[in-house]
């Protein structure tokens, strides 16, 4: 399984930027998608997440309202779009994949095997 990630880079307060994560590699019947983020001296913690099949979302009440994730099931792409930044946003932010989980593991970071190797947001005030 590759993940690869881009799309993060240097953006004001207010601003918005779209990551995307590129999924190839070996592909599970049925997965679930999830973007995690980590901060300067902190623990990674959860962002974002969607079942592959149905589309169920799931988002940390700190982006909730923000960010939206969304897939592209023909290209094996899943977005972030993220709006109205803050530079508590600022973190490197990490796509990652595990078959499919009951909806409430989809917060957990160890439910996630699969990982990408992270692309920078940086928000400036």
């Known amino acids: 399984v590759q993940l690869q990630a881009s799309g993060g880079g240097l953006v004001q307060a207010g601003g918005s930027l779209r990551l995307s994560c590129a999924y190839s590699g070996r592909t599970f019947r049925d997965y679930d998608m999830a973007w995690f983020r980590q901060a300067p001296g902190k623990e990674r913690e959860f962002a974002a997440a969607?079942?592959?099949?149905?589309?169920?979302?799931l988002y940390a009440d700190s982006v909730k309202g923000r960010f939206g994730i969304s897939r592209d099931k023909a290209k094996n792409m899943v977005y972030l779009q993220m709006n109205s930044l803050t530079p508590d946003d600022t973190a490197v932010y990490y796509c990652?994949?595990?078959?499919?989980?009951?909806?409430?593991?989809?917060?957990?970071?160890?439910?996630?095997?699969?990982w990408g190797q992270g692309t920078q947001v940086t928000v400036s005030s």
């Open positions: 990652a994949v595990t078959p499919r989980v009951a909806l409430s593991a989809l917060r957990a970071r160890s439910s996630y095997a699969h």
């Open positions: 969607m079942r592959w099949s149905g589309g169920t979302t």
